[in-house]
Structure formats: structure tokens, C-alpha cells
């Protein structure tokens, strides 16, 4: 609930601290900005221009968050909790100490929801610009409290504030990462590298994820972070059946790319079920 983690929000438009006012239908910053808490529990917290973008439509909400219930990414998940406990321990954070993890491009908060039921009194700030994707995370956990901003922009949150951020195939802002992060706290990003879902990229006609996709990464953050130790790989296959098939593509970027029609006749075509190889990098950055 928003309420587990006000004395980590701030003002998108000066940076002032945030506080619950009528029974928390509203945030004030102590600047007197005033923003309205849904209906649905999540917050949009954007700065004068509003939001640029929509991030994930419902269609492709609906679609990971079926394909994610299956278990199918599961080690994923398992992996990403085991690095947050680990920058955790490194900091010296102590058990009673409630640590803030914030996701940033979150989504329907699967992996959020996992990674709090992994650390002990932890809670949890999921930040998306899609208002679909908040609608999950508002509910996905009752220690999470879930923010529509965007991660190109200021963060709405305050400087030194949170101890992990997580980053899940989503976008990277390392500038405002920086800013956010207590001292010793570090960044935790997931992301996709080539070989992932190669079984599908042929006959479905979706594009491999680009070679030196982590490099690129760690030299977009320069000046700001720095690797901790080698990125390292997570790999499984999964055993995925026409729907699961489904359901992946229509939670990714192929979603838009290509005709439906000609997607579903390709999917059709495939076999009823087959292995499909999962492939992600880890890498832990910390602040310079
Ligand atoms: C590929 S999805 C990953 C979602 C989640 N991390 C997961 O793996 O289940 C990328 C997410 O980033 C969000 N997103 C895209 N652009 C964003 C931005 N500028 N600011 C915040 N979130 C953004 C999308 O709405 C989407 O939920």
C-alpha cells in the first residue's frame, strides 16, 4: 500500500517529500502539490508536462500476466531474488531494517511480489507509465505501493531513499538511479540476451535481441554506476504449448510489429508444444 512507503515518495515537480492526507485519497507534497490516489490503490505522480508515454496497453498486460502466472519465467524470478538478498547482505542492511526495493518498469508486479516474499520486511515501490500494468501492481502484493511514472523523467522518489532497484526488461534511467539510491545500495538488471526465445524467432518472424546488449548498458551508466563483479547468464528451457506461445508474444514489443492475423497462422503452424530456450543476463551496478 502506498502507505508502507510515503517516507520514500516525493514531489515529481520539486522533489518535496509526500504525506498521506484524507485517509490516503491523496498525497500532498510539502510544496502544496496535491495528487489523487485511484480507486484502484495506485498513485500517477508526473511533473507539470504529464506523461509521455502509455507504456503496455491493457491487451499486453493481460497477456504477461497470464503467460507470467504459468511459471514459465520462474527461474527468472528465482534469480533475480537471489541477487537482491545478496546486495542487501553485501550493504550490511540488518534484518529489522524494512528495506525499500523499487522496480522500475514493473508491470503487473509478478517479479516485485516474488522478490518481497524473498526478503524479510521488505516493501516495495513498483513504478510503471502504464495505468494497466499499475491496476496489477496495486494488488500484486500488500506491501508494494504502485506509482504511474516515468523512468525517463525525475523519479518520484526521495534522494538516498531506497536500498535495490530492479530492473526487468524495462527502461534504465541511471542518472535518477544514482540520485535514489542509499549509499551502499545498488541496481539489479535483468536483461535479455541473444539466444533468448531463439526457437521462436525464425517461424514466427520476430527480430533476436542485438549482440553486446550489456556492454551498451554499462556505458550508458557511466559517470552514474558501475558494474559489481561479471554480469552473469540465466538460462532454462521451457516447455511452451501454441497458447503460452500465445500469450509471450503478445506481451512483447512483436506484439505491435506484426499483423495478428499473420501471427496467429504462424503460431498455428508450430508444433502443439515445444522447447523454447530462455536467456537473460544479471548485472548488479552500483553508484560511482
Ligand atoms: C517488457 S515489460 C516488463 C515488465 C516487468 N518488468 C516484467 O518483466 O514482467 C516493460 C515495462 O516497462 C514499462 N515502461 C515502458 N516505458 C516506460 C517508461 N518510460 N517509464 C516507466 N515504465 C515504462 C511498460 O509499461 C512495461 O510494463
Redesign the pocket.
Known amino acids: 500500500m502506498l502507505s508502507d512507503i510515503i517516507d520514500v515518495l516525493a514531489d515529481p515537480i520539486d522533489g518535496t517529500p509526500l504525506s498521506g492526507a484524507d485517509d490516503f485519497s491523496r498525497l500532498v507534497s510539502e510544496s502544496g502539490h496535491s495528487y489523487d490516489v485511484a480507486k484502484q490503490g495506485y498513485i500517477t505522480l508526473a511533473g507539470g508536462a504529464g506523461l509521455r508515454?502509455t507504456?503496455?496497453d491493457t491487451a499486453m498486460?493481460n497477456s504477461?500476466e497470464v503467460f507470467?502466472s504459468r511459471g514459465h519465467f520462474a527461474p527468472f524470478v528465482e534469480a533475480v531474488s537471489m541477487a537482491v538478498n545478496d546486495v542487501l547482505e553485501d550493504a550490511g542492511v540488518p534484518d529489522n531494517a524494512h528495506p525499500v526495493i523499487c522496480?522500475?518498469?514493473?508491470?503487473?508486479g509478478?517479479?516485485l511480489a516474488h522478490t518481497l516474499d524473498d526478503v524479510h520486511g521488505a516493501r516495495g515501490v513498483g513504478?510503471?507509465?502504464?495505468v494497466a500494468?499499475a491496476k496489477h501492481l496495486a494488488k500484486c502484493h500488500p506491501k508494494v505501493g504502485a506509482v504511474v511514472?516515468?523512468?525517463?523523467a525525475r523519479l518520484p522518489l526521495r534522494d538516498e531513499s531506497v536500498d535495490a532497484i530492479t530492473v526487468?526488461?524495462?527502461?534504465r534511467n541511471p542518472a535518477e538511479f544514482a540520485r535514489v539510491l542509499k549509499p551502499g545500495g545498488e541496481v539489479i538488471v535483468l536483461t535479455a540476451d541473444a539466444g533468448h526465445l531463439a526457437e521462436l524467432r525464425e517461424p514466427l518472424g520476430i527480430i533476436d535481441v542485438e549482440e553486446g546488449k550489456v556492454k551498451r548498458m554499462i556505458a550508458q551508466a557511466e559517470g552514474h554506476l558501475v558494474p559489481v563483479g561479471e554480469s552473469w547468464p540465466v538460462e532454462f528451457e521451457m516447455n511452451l504449448d501454441q497458447d503460452s506461445i500465445t500469450t509471450q508474444i503478445g506481451?512483447?514489443p512483436s506484439a505491435r510489429h506484426i499483423d495478428p492475423a499473420d501471427l496467429k497462422e504462424r503460431i498455428l503452424a508450430l508444433p502443439p508444444s515445444m522447447k523454447v530456450t530462455a536467456r537473460a543476463m544479471i548485472t548488479r551496478l552500483a553508484k560511482v
Not at 127 to 130: A, E, K, M
Not at 168 to 171: Q, W
Open positions: 508515454y507504456g503496455d498486460v504477461r507470467l522496480e522500475i518498469g514493473a508491470g503487473t509478478y517479479y513504478i510503471d507509465v502504464s500494468a511514472a516515468d523512468a525517463w526487468i526488461f524495462a527502461p506481451m512483447s
